[in-house]
């Protein structure tokens, strides 16, 4: 249900604060209210014009607002006082229009003196000030992307680009029916004029462009917006409805509609809240419904007495003791050997924990795998990381004795899947150097080994050949001689 606040007259410009908790500046009659964003009564109120203020704006950081008024000056706010910091005079005429250019530090005014302005902030002077328009002018905006870049919107049908840099206009565009407000997307990129009954977009990277036009108002289009993502935009005509098109298509995807005639509209940071103002002074606050969350029912857990109950029961002699068997809880590896995905199984053998510290685990799985016939699908179609991962399990393991038969064998497939690729990579070349050399180091081992034992051999039958001839030549019967000299 939509929230309805009594202004003192009509209101001319809402403006959100970007920065939480997301309050907004109303602007009517001669006063400009703050209002929370669930408030009905206005948080602050700055009430020090003598006449009608206009468009109050809040700079990008939120802590200064801006604001025109009827006897031609534009005063500066700071959100935690009251009176001014300072008074920008130089217009003639009431000053409709004023916002902050992105750089923070300057701001823009256009008035009915057919001027738009430029002035600096710390000094409190002039900068620059355009006399272009023919008419009043009565809407403007800055660009987010150039801190030099602004825009204004004039009763003289035209809509005019200006670069603080320039001493005149860098583009005019003709809208073709007296200006009411303006827009530019947060690319810079695209422009939105609103005039007469039509709301049309512009390119400006195309020197000004005309994209679309759109009429689905009855009477002067008045005030214009954006949604935070960008994909809405949003209009408000003195017929008493908002638009609510699509940037994609420009197609009314929605529409609002009011009991007056519309003169503003401002939507919040994160869109859950659409403020419209009215020429009756009723400012209308509509929230986004919130969503309904489904609450999880939550089961109540067993007191603690529950587990403890029965420990410390002891059997009688009568009793039956029934043992609980206990339930096994198989390895991620074992679970997927089960569902037979033999490249995931070897994956997760390859995990570091199990590789470096358990690896008869890893090459037991290459084992079963081999055993199945599916090693070779699982150690092929592997990347530059898993194959440098394998050499380099297989060359620091393939010497152990207790491996060696299985790491022979997933050395010999692997070469045999990867000769293709070898020299597309210097880390997987490497890792089979290193096996290479692996293998030549124990292959050199073993030939020494081999070679011991052959000593040992031709030692061991040389010592027996001894031992029996010095038995015949004693003679059997001297049996305590031959014990003493064995001994001996």
Known sequence: TPVQIKEFGAVNKIDFSPIPPYNYAVTASSRIHIYGRYSQEPLKTFSRFKDAAYCATYRDDGNLLVAGSEEGSIRLFDIGGRAPLRQFDGHTKPVHVVGFLSDKYRIFSGGDDYSSDLWDIPSGTQIVSY?????????????????DVFITGSYDHTVKLFDARTKSSVMTIEHGQPVESVLLFPSGGLLVSAGGRYVKVWDVLKGGQLLVSLKNHHKTVT???LNSSGQRLLSGSLDRHVKIYSTTSYKVVHSFDYATSILSLALSPEDETIVVGMTNGVLNVKHRKPEERKEKSQKRQPAYRTYLKGRTYMPKQEDFCVSKPAKRVLRKYDKLLKSFQSSKALDAVLEPPIRLYTPEVTVAVMQELHRRGTLRSALAGRDEKQINLLLTFVARRVIEPRFTPILVTVADMI?????????????????????????GKEIDYQEELLEVLGMMDTLFATFTKKRDTYLEENGSNDLT???ETNRS
């Open 131 to 147: 006399s272009e328009h023919t008419d009043y002018v009565r809407c403007g905006c800055a660009s987010k992307v150039n801190g």
């Open 223 to 225: 005030c214009l917006c």
């Open 415 to 439: 070469t045999d899947i990867y000769q293709p690729v070898v020299g597309q990579s210097a880390v997987v070349d490497r890792q089979f150097l290193r096996l290479q050399e692996a293998i």
């Open 481 to 483: 001689e031959t014990i």
